[in-house]
């Protein structure tokens, strides 16, 4: 049984052992997702078909919550509010906020879009109501459509007939295009809000010399240039039909998308310096951070997952007069010593855990109020597992 209290919770202990399991359980429960992985699949333990995490929340009144997540390997991630219903996971993201800080952060900048969709996943999903419900629709259109054009395709190489199939394309193109459209709308409302914050945030990281600025690249650009842009994204499908059906592929769509960083007004993946990227890498989660308490009206659990060792002293110190301010922390390092010296934090040594198909996670304590309202892997030696206050079982 570990409990996590109020302010800094260091988990240390060799590599392997779970630290990133734990703080990684609390990610999922917040956000519905992982930062390292766009599939929930690689979170159950190999050979295992499902995941629960159980956390039990207390709110600053001694209110306690117990919101418990099941992943599964196959069908809908479920949930559960104090033993109630069965919910959707979606049901219950937002309710436990968190931001999580890591070493793969520099990606957000230096790497390929897929980095940068899944921070905006997370984002949306705890700020846009409807959002995740919106992106599974989404993801699941997309599949059918993408196996019709597989299917035309080999249907034209072996002279099969092609109306029924083109018939069917022409539903799920609509339907690709209505989800899509609103996907895009909603990521294009969430990158407006972090774009200010993220600027000023980064000015006041590396000085006033430097500018910065986020903006969205959809691939959809048309919902940015027209109030009803289903014709034109209609008429742009049209003319790359050719190359879909030769390809079996979507060829456009919000799982396409980008963000664009840029450093004094040129690409900052390409020519940024490493300690400007992990800057702008910090200044992009800090004003998530920002953003999620101003408009939930709580504030995020902040996790430093093995970050210390990926920063300098400076940005070091940067993170850290940062998490200081915050009600509630978990950080993980290797060794004790690898982060400065918290004199009440509250030290966590994983390797006196309980075996871990069975670990009671902590109470996060200390959430300023409470809100009502998807390859198999091996991770870290261990199961994903749970978080926060948290029971984690897996089955």
Known sequence: MVDFVPGVNILFGKNGLGKTNL??????LSTGSSHRTSSTLPL?????????????????????????????????NRARINSGSSLYLRDIIGKIPSVSFTPEDQRLVSGDPGARRVMMNQAAALLEPGYMQTLQQFTRIAKQRATLLKQLNANANNGQPMDAVLSGLEIWTGQFIEAGVALT??????????????????????GAGEQVTLTYAPSFD???????PHPQISEHFQR????????????????????????TGIPAREFASNGEMWTMALALKMALFEI????????????????????????????LDFARKQDQVLITVAAEGDVPDYESAHRIDVSTLAEPASVILPTLGNLSDSRENESLGKYDGKPAVDSASVERKVS
Request: proline letters at 3%; hydrophobic letters at 45%.
């Open 185 to 206: 709308r909603m990521r294009a409302h969430v990158i407006g809000l972090l774009a200010e914050p993220f600027a000023a945030i980064y000015a006041d990281l590396a």
């Open 44 to 76: 159950i333990e190999r050979g295992q078909t499902t995941a629960t995490i159980r956390a039990n929340v207390a709110d600053d009144a001694g209110q306690t919550t117990t919101y418990e997540a099941s992943i599964h390997a196959r069908g809908a």
């Open 240 to 263: 790359i039909y050719p190359g879909e059906m030769a390809r079996g592929v979507n060829l456009i769509g919000p799982q396409r998308d980008d963000m664009n960083l840029e450093l």
């Open 23 to 28: 703080v990684e359980a609390v990610e999922v």
């Open 292 to 319: 999620v308490r101003d408009r939930l009206g709580l504030q995020p659990i902040v996790i430093l997952d093995d970050v210390f060792a990926q920063l300098d002293d400076s940005r070091r110190t940067q993170i």
């Open 222 to 228: 048309e919902v940015l240039m027209f109030d009803d």
